[in-house]
């Protein structure tokens, strides 16, 4: 997340937010994050002021969450980044935060990757669909329509049928002391979201892995070590579906500039859902960060740049003749004066 806090930054200071409140959960996961992108500030956006207040994740009740929005609504800021999880959360947030006043007309609202398109599911009308309008989620994408090997993995992703789905997940370790934790079932990984899951990521890392521990292996012995598997792993680099993959080499993480990131705008629709009278709102992804910077997204999709505009309109020959017309204009006028000067005793002048 500390990456991650570099794209995020760096697009609230191109659409020129000032003041930034931030709202995040105070684990591991929003602690490091919220950190991250105050740190980044002070190097890429120093004019930017940030508030940023917890939510604690233990035993949350309904007034720890109203008092977190109070402390932001005290700032009189307009524009919030939420580092939260799940939609139970993002319901109460919203709620709270339009009862407060800092949701809805006149209020934009950013979510971190813990949030997903689909959670953004209302009642027609109500208050939260109301306070939901304009909201956004920036995060990481592992690919998107296009790009050769995204494309490739893609279709032989999908081509996995029941029996491998039902062997993959039987493959996956189990927690006895922690019942509650539960994988994401295989078949619900294929479908057409899979640019916005880990899928492709775990594929990219997995061959990294791989490639490094080949390169890492004493040809005698067979012996690999941790030293050597990092060091090499690191130093990978190779063009994955998630793009060109590049690791740092501090950290072993995935080099922020080598990772495609969009902000996907939440759009409410004109009509509802008959049979369920809910509202479920329609993702745009309206901006997209690719090799170090952020770029516009037209209606398919596709990153265009500004159009770098010429304003010198008349042409070369044109301005040379303009020019020469006017060369002639001052020297008549000059001319003209003079002869008036000289003649101003004479009766045509006077």
């Known amino acids: 997340d500390g990456g991650t806090a570099i794209p995020v930054v760096e697009y609230f200071s191109k659409i020129n937010v000032e003041h930034l409140g931030i709202l995040f959960w105070n684990d591991a996961y929003g602690t490091s994050f919220s950190q991250a ?39 009189q800021y307009r524009y919030f980044f939420a580092i939260i999880v799940g939609k139970e959360t993002l319901d109460d947030i919203m709620l709270e935060a339009y009862r407060q006043g800092i949701a809805g007309p006149g209020y934009t609202w950013f979510f971190s990757d813990g949030v997903e398109s689909k959670d953004f599911v209302f009642d027609h009308g109500s208050e939260l669909e109301i306070a939901s309008r304009g909201a956004s989620i920036i995060k990481a994408e592992g690919g ?37 934790f539960v994988h994401t079932p295989t078949a619900e990984l294929l479908d057409d979201s899979v640019s916005g899951s880990p899928v492709s990521f775990a594929y990219d890392a997995m061959i990294a892995l791989g490639i490094s521990a080949c390169a890492s292996i004493d040809d005698q012995t067979f ?29 072993g993480t995935r080099n922020v500039n080598s990772v495609l990131y969009n902000v996907i705008n939440m759009i409410p629709p004109e009509g509802i859902n008959e049979d369920t009278g809910k509202t479920t709102f329609d993702s745009k992804v309206s901006a997209q960060y690719r090799n170090g910077s952020w770029e516009k997204v037209d209606k ?15 042409g070369s020959s044109s301005r040379v003749i303009g020019m020469l017309l006017s060369t002639i204009i001052v020297c008549m006028s000059i001319g003209f004066m003079s002869w008036t000067f000289w003649n101003r005793n004479e009766k045509v002048v006077k």
């Open 37 to 75: 992108v105050q740190k980044t500030r002070l190097k890429t956006a120093p004019e930017m002021e940030i508030t940023a207040v917890e939510i604690s994740t233990i035993n949350t009740s309904q007034e720890d969450i109203a008092l977190s929005i109070s402390l932001l609504a005290s700032t």
């Open 144 to 180: 998107v329509f296009g790009m050769p090997y995204f494309d490739r993995f893609l279709n032989v992703w999908k081509a996995i049928n029941q029996n491998n789905t039902e062997y993959i997940d039987s493959t996956l370790p189990t927690y006895e002391n922690d019942p509650t």
């Open 223 to 251: 012996y690999l070590n941790g030293r050597d598997h990092f060091s090499n792993f690191s130093s990978t680099k190779f063009n994955g579906t998630t793009g060109e993959v590049i690791f740092d080499n501090l950290t």
């Open 300 to 314: 398919n999709g596709q990153q265009f740049h500004e159009p770098q505009i010429n304003y010198m309109y008349i």
